[in-house]
Structures are given as structure tokens and as C-alpha cells.
């Protein structure tokens, strides 16, 4: 167990919709991350935050935003919703300072995200 | 740019064999991380380890061993005597400055699969 707590485990919704999927960091870690799992793309970098600010930003869609509150729990907000949208989303979280990279990420078990 | 590659996409050894995954990455940092996780059937991705750029000592962990070569930009992973349970997809992941954060780029991974 990562210590890394996302929710739900499976969200099936349709085409347009709105959907805000959870995280729950490590106790102690700052720093949060999403990340977009898809069989096309891989794991591809969407957002990073560290204690309530945004620090980095990858491959997110505008339709896509994210933050992270004041009890570090973080969300993922998926808006007007397409097809392509179905992917395996994993929130990480670490202990390293927002500028470092020497920690490792701890991962969530993912959310699986169906658009029908 | 950073890059990771993993050329491997899809191994297959029957137990008890020795299998190396390998790992090309391209960056221009001097001071950067390397990692590996694990990706099982379940989904969860598991870390697995990191190293430093200014470390080139090779690492064993039980079965698992690391090769880390900064002359040819290489960070191969190898079981030995391979089981059934290291059936599962690995990454390959560089450490990169972004923003004012920083992110994992993680290769396409390999899917190892150890038959009986």
C-alpha cells in the first residue's frame, strides 16, 4: 500500500459530462501529481502541485483542471468529456521539495475512467 | 529534450531464465534521476528504484539488479531466475525540471511476461 488514496476506483459516465476525481497524498508529502494512463499515449504527465500552488504543467487539456487544497488533498476535474478521455488516471504524491526530482513518486491505485 | 526509450516492447522467457529490460534516456541536465517501476496485472504502479546521476554504482536488490552506464546513457534492469509473479509492465522513468516543479517522463515500458 502506497499510502496514496484515490477515489472512485471506476467512473463510467457519458460523452459531455463533468467528472472530479479524488486524491489523497501520503501523510507528510507535499507534493501532488496526475498523471494519464492510456494504451495510445503511456503514462503521460498532466499536473503538479506543491502545498496548494501549481508548479508544473505537462500535457493537460484546457477542458482538464486540477488543484490541491489546504489539507493537500488534491482533484482532477475532467469537463465536456470525449471518447478519447477513457484512460487509467494515477495521482502520485512525494516528499521532495516542488523543485526537486530526487524523490520517487508514490502512485495511487488509479481511477479507470469510461466515456461512453 | 528528455527522453526515455525503451525499445522493448513485449518479452516473454519461461521461469527460471534471466531477462533484461533496457533503458536509454536522453537529457541535458548534468545532475538528473533515473527509476523503475512495476505495473502488475492489478494496475498499482510500484516504485522500484532510483538513481542518482553521479552514482554510477551498479545495484542488487535479491533478483533485481541495475545497470547504470552514464557513457552510453543506459539504465538496464535485470531479474534473474525470472518467476511468474515479475509477470508485469515495466517503466523506465527520468526525472525533468518543469516549470518551477518537476515531472517524471516515463518510456513506453516493457511487458514482461514469465510463463511456467
Known amino acids: 500500500d502506497s499510502g496514496v488514496t484515490q477515489t472512485p476506483k471506476h467512473l463510467i459516465t457519458a460523452t459531455g459530462q463533468r467528472v472530479t476525481l479524488r486524491c489523497s497524498p501520503r501523510?507528510?508529502?507535499?507534493?501532488v501529481y496526475w498523471y494519464q494512463q492510456s494504451l495510445d499515449q503511456g503514462l503521460q504527465f498532466l499536473i503538479q502541485?506543491?502545498?496548494?500552488?501549481?508548479?508544473a504543467k505537462g500535457n493537460i487539456l484546457e477542458r482538464f483542471s486540477a488543484q490541491q487544497f489546504p489539507d493537500l488533498h488534491s482533484e482532477l476535474n475532467l469537463s465536456s468529456l470525449e471518447l478519447g478521455d477513457s484512460a487509467l488516471y494515477f495521482c502520485?504524491?512525494?516528499?521532495?521539495?516542488?523543485?526537486?526530482?530526487?524523490?520517487?513518486?508514490?502512485f495511487g491505485n488509479g481511477t479507470r475512467l469510461t466515456v461512453t | 529534450a528528455q527522453k526515455v526509450t525503451q525499445a522493448q516492447t513485449e518479452i516473454s522467457v519461461v521461469e527460471k531464465e534471466d531477462v533484461t529490460l533496457d533503458c536509454v534516456y536522453e537529457?541535458?541536465?548534468?545532475?538528473?534521476?533515473l527509476f523503475w517501476y512495476k505495473q502488475p496485472p492489478s494496475g498499482e504502479l510500484v516504485f522500484l528504484i532510483r538513481?542518482?546521476?553521479?552514482?554510477?554504482q551498479n545495484e542488487i536488490s535479491g533478483r533485481y539488479s541495475w545497470n547504470f552506464q552514464k557513457s552510453t546513457s543506459s539504465f538496464n534492469f535485470t531479474i534473474t531466475a525470472s518467476q511468474v509473479v515479475d509477470s508485469a509492465v515495466y517503466f523506465c522513468?527520468?526525472?525533468?525540471?518543469?516549470?518551477?516543479?518537476?515531472?517524471?517522463?516515463f518510456g513506453k515500458g516493457t511487458s514482461l511476461l514469465v510463463t511456467p
Open positions: 538513481r542518482n546521476s553521479f552514482d554510477e
Open positions: 501523510s507528510g508529502d507535499l507534493s
Open positions: 537529457t541535458r541536465d548534468t545532475t538528473y534521476y
Open positions: 502520485a504524491s512525494s516528499a521532495s521539495p516542488a523543485d526537486r526530482g530526487n524523490s520517487p513518486l508514490h
Open positions: 522513468a527520468l526525472s525533468a525540471a518543469l516549470g518551477s516543479g518537476y515531472a517524471l517522463n
Open positions: 502541485y506543491y502545498n496548494g500552488e501549481e508548479r
